[in-house]
Each structure stands twice: as C-alpha cells, then as structure tokens.
C-alpha cells in the first residue's frame, strides 16, 4: 500500500467535507481546490508533467469559478454539518475499498489482474488472489471517488439551487472521473484533455447557474414577490444570508 | 490535420460568439457566420480517410464526419442569419459551433472514453446558453431556471453514464476485461454484456429525453428560440448516439442484444416512437410538434441498438444525419413564423402559407424530407432499422411511423392552405417588395444610391427573405434525405 496515495485519499475527502459543510464560502472554496488538487495527484506513478498540468490548471480554474460564482450567491452550509458529512465521505470510501475488493475478487475468478499496482506490490502479471486482495493504488482511487460521489450526490439532487449544487456537480463529475481510472486503468493523453475539460465544464455550468440562482433570488427578495410564506420561511432558514 | 483545423476554428468562433453575444450582438452574429462558413469550407475540402494521432490516440475523419460536418455548418450558417432577422439575444451560433467542433472529433476519435468526455462538455453549452436566455428574457417564469438546471445534468449525467459503463466494460471484472472477451458466451459473460448495452441505452434515453425522461425537454423547448432546438437535441443527440452506437457494436457486439435485452430496447424505443408521434399529432403548439418529432427520430435511432447489426448501424448513421438536417430546417421554419405572424397555435395560423407562398414551398420541402420516398436514403434508413429490429414486421411497422409525420405536418400544412385569419394578415407580408430603390435624403449617383438602398430594402423584405433562408435549409434538407450520410 502507497502510504502517500493514502494521505492524498484523506485530503480529497477532508477537502470535500470542508466544502460541502461550510457557511465560510473562502473556506469551501479552498476545500473544494484541495479535494480537485488531491485528485489531480491521485495516480501511481504520476503521470507527465504535461498531463499533470493540465490536471492542476483545470482543478484551479475550476475552484476559481466556484469562488467567483460564491460572491454573489447566499451562502448554504450543510443542513447537516460538518460530522455527518464526514461519516458520509468515510462510508463512502469504504464502500468504494469494497468495490474495488469485489471487482478484484471477481477478476481473479477468471485469473486476470486488477488495475495497475502500487508501489512495492506485485507486478500486473500475477493473477490476483481471491481471498487475499491488497489495497492496490487502483482501489485507493476507487475510494476516493466513491467517497466524493456520495458527499457530491445529495447537494446535486436535493439542494436547493446555488453554490451547493455548483459543488455537488463538480464533485460527482470528479467522483466519476476517478472511479473511471479506479476500475479501468489510466487513461491515454487524449482522454486526459476530454476529462479535465469536462471537469472545467461542469464548473463553469455549475458556477453560471448558481449565480442565476442567486440574482433570481435576490430580484424575489427585492419585490418581496414569494408567493408561499411558509416556502419564504423555509428557504430564508436554510440559505443564511451574508 | 484538416479536422483539427476545423475543430480548432468552430471552437474559437464559437466561444467567441458567446462570450461577445451579451455586449455586441451584430460582432458575436458576424463572427459566428464567417465561423461557420469557414467550417463549411474546411468540411468541403477535408478528406473522408485523413487520419493522425492525438495525444495516443487515432483520428479518422470518415464519411459520416465529413457529411455530418458539411451538413451542420452549411445550416449553421443559415440559423445565424436567420438569428439576425428574428432578433433576440445570440444563442443559436456560438453553442452549436462548440457542438460540431467536439461532435466531429468524438465521431474520428477511436477511443470511445474519450469520445463521452467531450460529448458530455461539448452538449452542455447547447443547453445552458440558450436556457439562461430564455430566463432572462421572462423574468416572470422563474420554471426556467430549473428547467436548465435540469438540462444541464442530463447532458452531464448522461456523459458521466456514458463514461462509467464503458470503464466498468474494459475493467478486469467488466464484460470486455476478461480474455475471451465476447467470444466466450457463459451465462455469466452474456449477463455482463447485455447489462453494459442496457447502461448505455440509459444513457442515450436520458441524453435524447426518450418518454417518460422527456420532461425537461418538453418545458426547455418552451423557454428557448426554436433555432436553439436542434444544436441540444437533434444534432448534439444524433453525435451522442453515433458514439454510443459504435462502442456498443465495436466493443459489444451483436451478441450483447441477443436476450431479453433486445426486447425491453424495442419496447423503450417503440414507447418513444409511438407516443412521441401521437403527442406531435395532436399538440397545436409547433415548438412541441418540433420538439417530439426530434424525440421521435432519436428512438427510431435506438432500434439500431436492438440488433446492432452493422448494416444496421450503417442506416442509423444515415438516419441520424439525414433526420437532424431535416428537423433544422422544421425548427427554422417555427421560428420564422413565430417572429413573422407573432403566433405558434395551429388556430392562430390559419393561410399562413397562402400569405407567404415560399415558406409554404419550403414547408412542403420539408415534409417530403420528413417522409421520404422510397428511393431515398432517410425512407431506407428507417425501414432498416425497423426492420433490424422486429424482423418480418418491420417493414409494415416503418410505413406506420413515416405517415405519423405525414399527419403532424400535414396539419400544419393544411392550415397554411386555409383561408387568411386576421392575425395572420396582420403580419408582415411574405411577399416581395421593392421600396424603389432610393434612400432618404440621398442625391448621389445612381450606384451609390443603390447600394446606400440596401439596408432599407433588408429591412423591407425581412419576412420573404427569411423565407428564404427556410428554403435554403429545406431543398439541404431534401438533399440529406436522399443522399443520406455515407453510412
């Protein structure tokens, strides 16, 4: 096991906590770069420096977006704090070990092996043992994405429109994008370029819609034209205001 | 090389466009034609077998790239007149210029990963663009804001699918990783490759908004220009599906739709091409009879994934190209008569093509398109692809689903041959005029007065003019449909 893949691992996650959960917009800016930047290092070996790049250009621009889209939008903390999320994302990450254990156990069932190795560890060309499968840098990869998938998941599909759901798009599109490594291997130069411009897309659509979001709101506040008191009050509580 | 260039240039145009649309309207229009005619150029001398290698990977720019492109960018470049006649804020060039730029390389580019990527990042502009437009532009209907939010994570989640199953394909514990790959037919082998067909065809429903996923795509057609219709859904669908198509019958393989699979992929599509038909038949509203008869064609297309028979995905390809041609030139032709007579309600359109006879040609240009006759490429398409997938019926079944656009457009076009409505009379006239060639105040010679009469008369006969245009991306669309795509 790569003790250095396993620190990037913890940053990824504790960045995307801190951005997820707090109502410092800085502060989750910054978690939402460390988790991007993480993710960018997250390969055994590294690969080259044109590629990484590309990677850490594209983690910048995209944090950069979001923090620009943040300025003018209502802040929106987690509803249900910092150590729920951090449940969530270690769960996550499990489950993702767990995948990558199952996919590893059902690859040896017909005598292939799995991802690349981690340093130190076998070489691709002995078979995986079912009972035994290590901690490969492939299922640390998978585990973090695992882990940004579930953190990312419910601000995208149940929060209300704003930077939240910006950062949830953000983290599902980077959650998939290291599950594709995790489970197939890295990808050729090409691919690297189509995946960090999809990330940058999803962080500029993400960033354009929360600051619709946030100037649709404030004409609504401005006319005092919310239609429903009991939404008015709800949506007030949940988006506290800067 | 000749696809990079092209590639290279939609690109910058296409930015370009979008980011000078809010400020300066007329420079972001003008950079988005010569744009596009610059692309047209660039496909009409681009080779149908150049290849090269990017970053790892092989480029072929095929037949299907080269028509796709000629046909995209030479009605791109008439959508952008037309934009510049209807009016509004520029939401049309620009995103479909992006479109085609990562359109085209998906479709050369031999690594299908690659491919999803781009296709996911490349669609969004197509949706979020005119999305937030049509917001802006009625600040009483905060529903569209949503709407786009909702667009935005189809596309994307569509890719993200897309991506996810083709890597859990080639994984070692996927249908493609093992050894024997599709030629070892265990159950358990079999099980996994019907279930990647079964993801991607998921992934395509979500991306063309097949019933009952078509929700959003419903509403985001009311919220926009129709010019902004086919660069999100038929074009961009049409790359989206290609993509999905030849992963899933290079990789796949014709063994994957062997089961039951094959029939719950007819019955998604059939549920698609006969709903989307009837809710075009009967709606009156032409946004939504463009809109499911966009929905419509893309679940004649997923047929194709039922048998995944190369002959099959030959006719797709054409289908696809051939159908999204002809649905520009149907959305050109709603937005004219939108911004000519005011009204989109068969009721409020009563004579419109008496009023205007070349829209009225036009039309029937399309509706021939939308048909086909026997001999042409788009009719074969369609009855192959039917035919690919229910065997022995399919041909009887092809002849059903072409009379559906015969009924939804010979409504329109029956209603354009009625007599005049007022509303329709008080339109702008679709017949010529000559103002008399002399501008006001001007006592120049004879030439100069002629060309300083220009503009005035532009302005004088905006409506037969965009007409015009309608006609020119019908007879490209007539064209389309006979010659198909080289598939």
């Known amino acids: ?242 | 090389m000749t696809l990079l260039v092209l590639a290279a240039v939609a690109l910058g145009t296409g930015l370009a466009t979008i980011f000078l649309g809010e400020q300066r309207r007329a420079l972001a229009l003008a950079v988005g034609i010569a744009g596009s005619l610059a692309v047209l150029a660039l496909a009409l001398v681009m080779p149908d077998t150049d290849s090269l290698i990017v970053g790892g990977v092989g480029m072929v720019s095929t037949p299907v790239v080269r028509a796709m492109a000629v046909a995209w960018s030479a009605s791109l470049a008439v959508l952008g007149l037309l934009e510049i006649a209807v009016g509004g804020r520029p939401t049309v060039v620009g995103p479909s210029l992006i479109g085609l730029a990562v359109a085209g390389l998906a479709l050369a580019t031999k690594d299908p990963a690659s491919s999803m990527a781009a296709l996911a990042a490349g669609g969004v502009a197509g949706v979020v663009v005119p999305g937030l437009a049509g917001w802006l532009d009625a600040p009483n209907m905060p529903s569209r804001l949503p709407t786009t939010n909702r667009g935005t994570l189809a596309i994307l989640g569509s890719g993200l699918l897309g991506l996810g199953v083709i890597a859990w394909g080639t994984s070692a514990a996927g249908p493609l990783g093992g050894s024997g790959a599709t030629g070892s037919l265990d159950p358990a082998a079999q099980l996994g490759l019907g279930l990647a067909l079964l993801v991607m065809v998921a992934a395509v429903a979500i991306r063309t908004g097949l019933i009952p996923l078509h929700v959003w795509a419903a509403r985001f057609m009311e919220g926009v220009s129709p010019l902004a219709v086919p660069a999100a859904f038929a074009w961009g669908s049409a790359a989206f599906v290609l993509v999905a198509l030849d992963w899933s019958q290079v990789a796949l393989g014709q063994t994957a739709a062997s089961g039951g699979e094959r029939w719950l992929i007819i019955f998604v599509a059939m549920t698609s091409v006969i709903l989307g038909g009837l809710a075009a038949m009967v709606h009156d509203d032409i946004e939504h009879v463009l809109g499911y008869s966009i929905l419509q064609d893309a679940a004649v297309a997923v047929l194709a994934f039922a048998s995944l028979n190369p002959d099959v995905v030959a006719a797709a390809r054409n289908w696809l190209v051939a159908s999204a041609t002809v649905k520009t030139a149907l959305a050109a032709w709603a937005s004219v008569v939108r911004t000519t007579y005011g009204g989109h309600r068969l009721d409020d359109l009563s004579g419109w093509a008496r009023h205007s006879p070349a829209l009225g040609v036009a039309f029937a240009g399309i509706l021939v398109a939308a048909i086909g006759l026997p001999n042409m490429a788009l009719f074969q398409a369609r009855t192959d692809l039917v035919e690919g997938a229910l065997p022995g019926i399919g041909a009887a079944i092809a002849i059903v689903i072409a009379a559906m656009p015969a009924i939804y457009l010979g409504r329109i076009a029956i209603a354009g041959l009625g007599p005049v409505s007022p509303a329709i009379a008080a339109g702008l006239s679709g017949r010529p005029r000559w103002r008399g060639g002399r501008a006001a105040g001007w006592s120049g010679g004879p030439l100069i007065q002629a060309i300083r009469a220009i503009p005035g008369e532009l302005r004088a006969n905006r409506a037969p003019l965009m007409a015009l245009g309608v006609l020119a991306l019908s007879v490209m669309a007539l064209l389309t449909a006979t010659g198909g795509a080289g598939g």
């Open chain 1, 1 to 242: 096991m790569n003790l250095a893949l396993v620190a990037i691992v913890l940053a990824v996650a504790a960045g995307a906590v801190l951005a997820v959960s707090t109502r410092d917009g800085a502060a989750s800016a910054i978690g939402l770069a460390f988790a991007l930047l993480g993710a960018a290092l997250l390969s055994d070996p590294l690969p080259s420096p044109a590629v990484l790049g590309v990677r850490v250009v594209a983690a910048l621009l995209v944090a950069t977006m979001i923090r620009s889209a943040m300025r003018s939008a209502p802040r929106q903390p987690s509803p249900v704090g910092w150590p729920s999320e951090a449940f969530l994302a270690t769960a996550g990450a499990i489950a993702g070990l767990g995948l990558a254990v199952g996919l590893a156990s059902a690859a040896a069932a017909g005598g292939q092996s799995v991802g690349l190795p981690g340093i130190g560890e076998p070489g691709p060309a002995g078979p995986v043992e079912t009972g035994g499968a290590a901690v490969t840098s492939m299922a640390l990869i998978t585990a973090a994405g695992t882990s940004l998938l579930v953190l990312g998941a419910a601000p995208l599909v149940h929060g209300r429109p704003g930077t939240r759901r910006a950062i949830g798009l953000v983290l599902v599109t980077q959650a998939v994008l290291l599950l594709r490594i995790g489970v197939a291997g890295p990808a050729v130069e090409l691919e690297e370029i189509a995946r960090e411009a999809l990330l940058v897309v999803a962080g500029a659509t993400g960033a354009a819609l929360a600051s619709a979001a946030a100037g649709s709101m404030l004409g609504r506040e401005t006319e005092d034209e919310l239609p429903d008191p009991d939404a008015a009050v709800e949506g007030r509580s949940s988006v506290v205001a800067r």
